[in-house]
Nanobody, 113 residues
Framework: QVQLVEFGGGLVQPGRSLRLSCAGS????????MSWYRQAPGKQREWVAS???????THADSVKDRFAISRDNTKNTVNLQMNSLKPEDTAVYYC???????WGQGTQVTVSS
């Protein structure tokens, strides 16, 4: 059974950094396209970044140059390094196995002074 678990969220001041990780069980994440999404209060869930099985990375314009998606195949994780965080980055962050479309439970990121 596929299971994804996100961790690394928390409360951070504007301008600081956080690193999120998504651990997979029941599959080898490096074989699949993996993505990060986020959902702020009262807003729809939005795509943040993706990494393909071949390692191609794409990021939403709103986070480009600040966030970076990566893999750690030794740990079977997909990570999201978030730098220069802004209050508008506050959201629940989810990882997703794009095919067949499995989600983790999410981790809260709050950016506030």
């Amino acid at each position: 059974q596929v299971q994804l678990v996100e961790f690394g969220g928390g409360l951070v001041q504007p301008g600081r950094s956080l690193r999120l990780s998504c651990a997979g069980s029941g599959m080898i994440l490096s074989r699949y396209r993996m993505s990060w999404y986020r959902q702020a209060p009262g807003k729809q869930r939005e795509w943040v970044a993706s990494i393909t099985a071949s390692g191609l990375r794409t990021h939403a314009d709103s986070v480009k140059d600040r966030f970076a998606i990566s893999r750690d195949n030794t740990k079977n994780t997909v990570n999201l390094q978030m730098n220069s965080l802004k209050p508008e980055d506050t959201a629940v962050y989810y990882c997703k196995l794009e095919t067949p479309g499995s989600w983790g439970q999410g981790t809260q990121v709050t950016v506030s002074s």
